[in-house]
């Protein structure tokens, strides 16, 4: 069982219409957990972080951490082409410094 | 402007021949990291740096050096690479390693070894 871990879509959502990520990570000592966006041969840049229980929201995004069933999820409200890409989920673990454990991303496709 | 830079941006090699790509950060981060990504694995974590003088292992580290003789620069070795270090590497680097400091990202060096 990998450790942290994402459909690989490709997901595919029409324009306007809410992207539902998901992340399941198998470590119950995982602190925080992060979400990056990833255009093609591009670097991935952070678009939220959430280490409580709940949901934090942030402009269209909301990041939704339920650490007893060990997954967080990424809702894109009102979906547009540009947020077409491969979003990662990333973990932190208490115990190992600063290290960021990945899943393989997520393709999302928009569609106008 | 606050960046992580990397250099070079591609690199296209020979087998045995060694060489160093350079990672350098303006923002006075403690941490530092490498990683490199391949298609159907995701970003994997090669080396790590907590600070000056202190580095340590990632999940991949077999075929890679790293040093921090500095704290803005952390250049990734190769002193003889091979074909299946072929992939798309990523420095980064975060203030501090607890649990709520992001890591910033630079743009990426894609290596091809023949």
């Known amino acids: 069982q990998k450790e942290v871990e994402q459909n690989s879509g490709p997901l595919s959502v029409p324009e306007g219409a809410i992207a539902s990520l998901n992340c399941t990570y198998s470590d119950r000592g995982s602190q925080s957990f992060f979400w990056y966006r990833q255009y093609s041969g591009k670097s991935p840049e952070l678009i939220m972080f959430?280490?409580?229980?709940g949901d934090k929201e942030d402009g269209r995004f909301t990041a939704q951490l339920n650490k007893a069933s060990q997954y967080v999820s990424l809702l894109i409200r009102d979906s547009q082409p540009s947020d077409s890409a491969t979003y990662l989920c990333a973990v932190k673990r208490g115990n190992q410094g600063g290290k960021l454990i990945f899943g393989q991303g997520t393709e999302l496709s928009v569609k106008p | 402007e606050a960046q992580v830079t990397q250099n070079p941006r591609y690199l296209i090699t020979v087998t045995g021949k060694k060489l160093t790509v350079t990672c350098s950060q303006n923002?006075?981060?403690?941490?530092m990291s490498w990683y490199r990504q391949d298609p159907g694995l995701g970003l994997r974590q090669i080396y790590y740096s907590m600070n000056v003088e202190v580095t340590d292992k990632g999940d991949v580290p077999e075929g890679y050096k790293v040093s921090r003789k500095e704290k803005r620069n952390f250049p990734l070795i190769l002193e003889s690479p091979s074909p299946n270090q072929t992939s798309l590497y990523f420095c980064?680097?975060?203030?501090?390693?607890?649990?709520?400091?992001?890591?910033?990202f630079g743009p990426g060096t894609r290596l091809t070894v023949t």
């Open positions: 923002m006075n981060h403690e941490y």
């Open positions: 959430i280490y409580s229980n």
């Open positions: 980064a680097s975060s203030p501090r390693t607890g649990p709520t400091y992001e890591q910033y």
